[in-house]
RNA sequence: CGGGGCAUAGCGCAGCCUGGUAGCGCAUCUGGUUUGGGACCAGAGGGUCGCAAGUUCAAAUCUUGCUGCCCCGACCA
């Protein structure tokens, strides 16, 4: 992509409205805009980041053997009230109706609605285990929506949804989605911690968020630093495995402020390893039991021929509010680095020469050489001064950038990892170290 | 929903107190000079001053009502 044909409105000033970093980067870096309290437009560059963030969600979700599936964002308000919780959930809900004055909500969340579709499709034990999942824009009409993207009234979500026939094997379902959201996480280059909490409106008696840890959070939460260190890449979903891993994190201390326990922090973890800091919640999974199969008559036959109601979970990540939460772990108020599994652009060309010069038609050069290889550049042919193309590009956050001056000679490119030192290295070298990078076949 | 604040050009703001036909910086457009960390010169475009009513010869400015947005609190992925 050229940056001149494309659309990237920046802002060299913060509005006033936006109070935390990432609000204020997102609106700036033109990833964002607000469209009402709570709601808001993604840009190109802000929807591609939410994009490639949704993809990563996805294969990980089909990694642990969910199915994808899409259910609407409106719901009819019947099935709300057999589980009961039409009443229940309050103003939160938005509640509309049709033309012929039927009851209708935009959903904020799925478990009657995937209920319904599992009673009516589903009979027997056989199909069991099953994870369902969904990746849909929701509406919760918030008190108070704040913070940008983080903590809106239209947000984008990942649920998942497990069916099993005992509980035996639905804390396995819970366990396999527990590791599957520390691997999603970890690919976003984020420290997410399991917490034990509260289950809230939705029920149940087993429940984690994943938190991640970042200075700007809203709630503080308390941890042993081993947890930092576990790396679940290798891990892959056998039983055996998931096990083993999720014995290793629930061996060390976690806790947001609501659920610390002053004295087990320092009895059991060592004064070195006590963690005090601020958090994000970005993911949360419950085991719910037969809450809604109960209340809505999903029956299957077991073995036995009998009919029972199926054993369910709900596992839901915050899409939508995770470039944000990037980067509030991730801006340090100068520069912005994505992660390379997120990034917008997978390299930006810097141009600094102008129409026709040698650092023009390099710069074009390597461009064409880069869209060739794969690997999504966007180039700045713009004539705005280099140091406003510098300031531009360490806001967007591109991790990668290739800077085309006339500084050097013609088999030299300068490349740089944002925040590091720059190299000089011939065209070759470039594109070779990007494709070893983002591990792109030669 | 309680408490506080704001609403004037795309963004940031001044003007309001003391009423007299709307201004600054950035951004945008044209021409020129620049070009390695937010350039310079010259010119230009862009605003029914959130909406409605009232007071007045005259309202961005005073009064009332409404709407939207932001902040603190309770609530939440």
Not at 250 to 259: C, G, L, N, Q, V
Not at 276 to 294: A, L, M, N, P
Not at 316 to 334: D, Q
Request: glycine letters at 6%.
């Amino acid at each position: 992509m050229k940056l001149s044909n494309y659309f990237l409105p920046i802002l060299k000033e913060n509005p006033s409205e936006a109070k935390i970093k990432s609000h204020q980067l997102m609106l700036r870096a033109g990833m964002i805009r607000q469209s009402a309290s709570g709601i808001y437009s993604w840009l190109p560059m802000g929807f591609k980041v939410l994009k490639n963030i949704e993809q990563i969600v996805r294969e990980e979700q089909n990694k642990a053997g969910a199915i994808e599936l899409l259910m609407p964002t409106i719901q009819s308000a019947d099935i709300w009230k057999e589980s009961g919780r039409y009443d229940d959930y309050g103003k939160e809900m938005l509640r509309i109706s049709d033309r012929h004055e039927r009851d209708l909500l935009y959903g904020p969340t799925n478990e009657e609605l995937i209920t319904q579709i599992f009673r009516d499709n589903i009979k027997s034990y056989k199909n069991l285990p099953l994870m369902l999942y969904h990746i849909q824009w929701k509406f919760r009409d918030e008190i108070r929506p704040r913070f940008g993207v983080m903590r809106c009234r239209e947000f984008l979500m990942k649920d998942t949804y497990s069916f099993d026939v005992d509980k035996a094997t639905a804390e396995f379902s819970y366990k396999k989605m527990f590791l599957s959201y520390l691997k999603t996480f970890q690919k976003f280059e984020l420290n997410a911690i399991p917490m034990k909490a509260e289950t809230g409106p939705i029920g149940g008696d087993l429940s984690h968020e994943f938190i991640i840890l970042a200075d700007t959070g809203e709630s503080e939460v308390f941890l042993d630093k081993n947890l930092l260190d576990i790396d679940v890449n290798e891990v892959d979903y056998s039983e055996k495995n998931i096990n083993e891993i999720i014995e290793r994190f629930s061996k060390f201390y976690s806790a947001t402020d609501e659920k610390h326990d002053v004295n087990e922090f320092e009895n059991n973890v060592s004064k070195e390893n006590q963690l005090r800091t601020k958090g994000i919640e970005i993911g949360h999974i419950f085991y719910f039991g037969d809450k809604y199969s109960k209340s809505m008559k999903a029956l299957v036959n077991n073995k036995e021929g009998k009919n029972i109601n199926p054993q369910m979970g709900s596992y839901g990540i915050g899409v939508s509010r995770l470039p944000a939460a990037i980067i509030e772990a991730k801006y340090n108020g100068t520069f912005m680095k994505w992660p390379k599994t997120v990034t917008p652009f997978k390299v930006a060309i810097i141009n600094l020469g102008k129409n026709g010069d040698e650092a023009d038609q390099k710069s074009n050069e390597i461009y064409q050489n880069l869209i060739n290889a794969n690997l999504d550049p966007i180039l700045d042919d713009t004539s705005e001064n280099p140091s406003s193309k510098f300031k531009n590009f360490d806001l967007i956050g591109i991790p990668y950038q290739i800077i085309i001056g006339s500084k050097l000679k013609k088999d030299e490119f300068e490349f740089k990892e944002i925040g590091e030192e720059k190299l000089i290295l011939s065209k070759e070298e470039v594109i070779n170290r990007l494709k070893e990078i983002y591990n792109i076949d030669k």
